[in-house]
């Protein structure tokens, strides 16, 4: 049996319009949600993830602010910008691009967010409310990847969910806000012996490793949920994922292509916490 689609595109579809829908609510009551954007230096890639996140807040009905600077703006000069931010009634949501130039501290820009503000949910204080179930904001992709397993409908609760990867962006906060959904969590990463053995038993897989062909048809208990995170170049240049997909889908349940998949979401959850933090203030 083939693998149904989890349609990225279309669920993030969904999840912006009702993000329009409440914002121009919020805005009938005098206030438009803010999202401020910040680049440093000039990536391509950032560049382009920049542009899509400005565009879809602007689609959507948020204000943004995109403020650009040279690669040689000091560390003290952004954490300027960034505590001006912080305090700027206007603005909600601030997102400083990563990866910033080597000379600034990356961890040290993240940390002088407020909180309130933290849409990326990168801050501690983030990563803290999610891990003691507090609230606050859970960081986009793994919140995303939630969304695409929710669409199924199917219920975490008791499910084997298995992390591939442990990143401080994905792995493990996608680990945690499996657990916050009462699923049976394992992370599996660079050290695990036998990912085989993990994988079989999972109801619900999310590979985020960054290497093609990690997981494979043999790895997949039948009708299990599969989540692919990666962002890959294939030996012919073509895009692909973490999951071997064209086996996988062969005997999983549900399935994410790549592209179409994660990929659209991570800028939609960005839009659902900047609304959020809106409708907080
Ligand atoms: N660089 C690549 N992805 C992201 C992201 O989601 N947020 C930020 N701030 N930087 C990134």
């Known amino acids: 049996m083939t693998a149904q689609l989890i349609d990225g595109n279309a669920i993030a579809r969904q999840l912006r319009t009702d993000v329009a829908r409440r914002t121009a609510a919020l805005k009938a009551r005098g206030i438009t949600p803010g999202l401020a954007?910040?680049?440093?230096g000039e990536d391509p890639a950032s560049q382009v993830y920049v542009g899509k996140k400005v565009q879809a807040c602007a689609e959507a009905g948020l204000h943004s602010v995109l403020e650009k600077y040279d690669a040689t703006l000091s560390e003290a000069e952004l954490l300027a910008r960034v505590q001006a931010l912080n305090v700027d009634p206007s603005i909600h949501g601030i997102l400083v691009q990563l990866p910033l130039p080597a000379h600034?501290?990356?961890h040290k820009v993240i940390e002088?967010?407020?909180?309130?503000?933290?849409?990326?949910?990168f801050h501690i204080a983030s990563a803290g409310a999610l891990m003691t179930g507090m609230p606050g904001f859970w960081s986009c992709t793994p919140y995303g990847c939630i969304k695409l397993i929710e669409s199924t409908g199917i219920d975490?609760?008791?499910?084997?969910a298995v992390v591939i990867g442990r990143s401080n962006n994905v792995g493990k906060p996608m680990a945690l806000m499996l657990l916050q959904k009462n699923a049976t969590v394992t992370?599996?990463?660079?050290?695990t012996r036998d990912l085989k053995a993990h994988t079989l038993q999972a109801d619900v897989i999310v590979a985020a490793v960054g290497k093609p062909n990690t997981l494979t048809a043999d790895m997949v208990k039948p009708g299990a949920v599969?989540?692919?995170v990666g962002m890959n170049r294939n030996a012919q240049g073509k895009l692909c994922g973490d999951?071997?997909?064209?086996?996988?889908?062969?005997?999983?349940?549900?399935?994410?292509?790549?592209?179409g998949g994660v990929g659209p979401?991570?800028?939609?959850?960005?839009l659902v916490n900047t609304l959020e933090a809106a409708e907080r203030s």
């Open 104 to 106: 600034i501290d990356a």
């Open 156 to 160: 975490l609760r008791g499910k084997h």
């Open 226 to 228: 599969v989540i692919d």
């Open 187 to 191: 992370i599996c990463h660079s050290a």
């Open 37 to 40: 954007v910040i680049l440093v």
């Open 243 to 259: 999951v071997d997909f064209a086996g996988v889908r062969e005997v999983a349940g549900w399935i994410t292509p790549v592209p």
């Open 112 to 121: 002088t967010i407020a909180p309130a503000k933290d849409v990326d949910g």
């Open 265 to 270: 979401m991570t800028v939609t959850m960005l």
